[in-house]
């Protein structure tokens, strides 16, 4: 039996992806009638890594890693710099003069509603301006005089 003192670093937290050389002897164990507990112990492997590795042995046949599901994404860390760097720089840029931008400078061939849906993910979005009341001249005389006389006001 292993004690709880010993190999508590290695075993918490999170680590790299189980190599084919130790999922073979995962599944050599269980097929030799071992208990979990046991092919744990033996491999210094953590239970709950032991049971996937069984479980998926016994749904697919095989240990070995599977594709991730989904599309992969289309821009890169490379790209995303070069995108904030373009908005950065001039922030009334259109979505299609953009993608334009990106093709020209980085290859990328991009739709402007990938580059608005980029540029939420970044954190910009494209918002009007609030609107304010338009000051008159008669409007500016008066409000003047009340400025200077309040011009060194304290909090």
Do not use: Y
């Amino acid at each position: 039996m292993q004690t709880a003192s010993t190999n508590i670093g290695e075993r918490m937290g999170r680590s790299q992806e189980l190599s084919d050389s130790k999922r073979g002897p995962v599944i050599g164990g269980h097929l030799g009638n071992k208990s979990i507990r046991d092919i744990s112990w033996l491999l210094n492997i953590p239970r709950s890594t032991v049971s996937g590795i069984i479980t998926k042995w016994k749904q697919l046949g095989t240990t070995a890693t599977q594709p991730p599901s989904g599309r992969p994404r289309h821009m890169t860390g490379r790209g995303q710099c070069m995108l904030k760097r373009t908005v950065r720089r001039s922030r009334q840029l259109s979505a299609e003069s953009i993608a334009k931008d990106l093709q020209t400078w980085c290859g990328l061939q991009m739709s402007p509603t990938t580059v608005c849906r980029e540029l939420h993910g970044m954190g910009f979005h494209g918002r009007a301006a609030a609107s304010k009341p338009s000051i008159t001249k008669c409007n500016a005389k008066r409000r003047m005089p009340w400025c200077k006389a309040r011009r060194h006001w304290a909090l």
